[in-house]
T-cell receptor, first 115, second 115 residues
């Protein structure tokens, strides 16, 4: 149980393109979903927290207009990297939990490469 | 502020050796959770364990064991008789209910198990 699916797993696109990443909880309702970014050989850095039906809360230094997050249902959150540039290339990973005191379950991540 | 330190950035062992990954944390709260995650080369985060601050019992799961010592604010992870498949980056993490149970990750320890 507690499976989180993330799609796509790998994206390569040209600079200036907007890229949408989906995060789905397959067998539970996720009251909260999280988006992380991980640079090579570094730890996970929280970008934003999203609760279903409300605006995402972004961490300091994360541009909300650059990284659009939508959590329209209890099983789906999307991260859109708008007008992506090479410096946005990274590993993006989402997680979801069904309650405040439940552990986060992670998706498999998305490798984003902007040429 | 909460903080997690994994002092060992990389560890290399030969198969069948035992290895301990260190984790030291800082928190002002008396109630908190500690986690270990495994991130193999494919990138996904695999949940290994969650321990709450009131449960100091050590835990064993197969070749894995965890030693929680509140007196030293440590939550160390030992792999017995390591195998090549154990090669991965391991993250220790902390969450506090009073802070929305957000995960704070340590920097990670890259474990390389050589045949």
């Amino acid at each position: 149980g507690a499976v989180v699916s993330q799609h796509p797993s790998w994206v390569i696109c040209k600079s200036g393109t907007s890229v949408k990443i989906e995060c789905r909880s397959l067998d539970f309702q996720a009251t909260t979903m999280f988006w992380y970014r991980q640079f090579p050989k570094q730890s996970l850095m929280l970008m934003a927290t999203s609760n279903e039906g409300s605006k995402a809360t972004y961490e300091q230094g994360v541009e909300k207009d650059k990284f659009l997050i939508n959590h329209a249902s209890l099983t789906l959150s999307t991260l859109t990297v708008t007008s992506a540039h090479p410096e946005d290339s990274s590993f993006y990973i989402c997680s979801a939990r069904w309650g405040d005191f439940q552990p986060q379950h992670f998706g498999d991540g998305t490798r984003l490469s902007i040429l | 502020a909460q903080k997690v330190t994994q002092a060992q950035t990389e560890i290399s062992v030969v198969e069948k050796e035992d290895v301990t990954l260190d984790c030291v944390y800082e928190t002002r709260d008396t109630t908190y959770y500690l986690f270990w995650y495994k991130q193999p080369p494919s990138g996904e985060l695999v949940f290994l364990i969650r321990r709450n601050s009131f449960d100091e019992q050590n835990e064993i799961s197969g070749r894995y064991s965890w030693n929680f010592q509140k007196s030293t604010s440590s939550f160390n992870f030992t792999i017995t008789a390591s195998q090549v498949v154990d090669s991965a980056v391991y993250f220790c993490a902390l969450s506090e209910p009073n802070a929305g149970n957000m995960l704070t990750f340590g920097g990670g320890t890259r474990l390389m198990v050589k045949p």
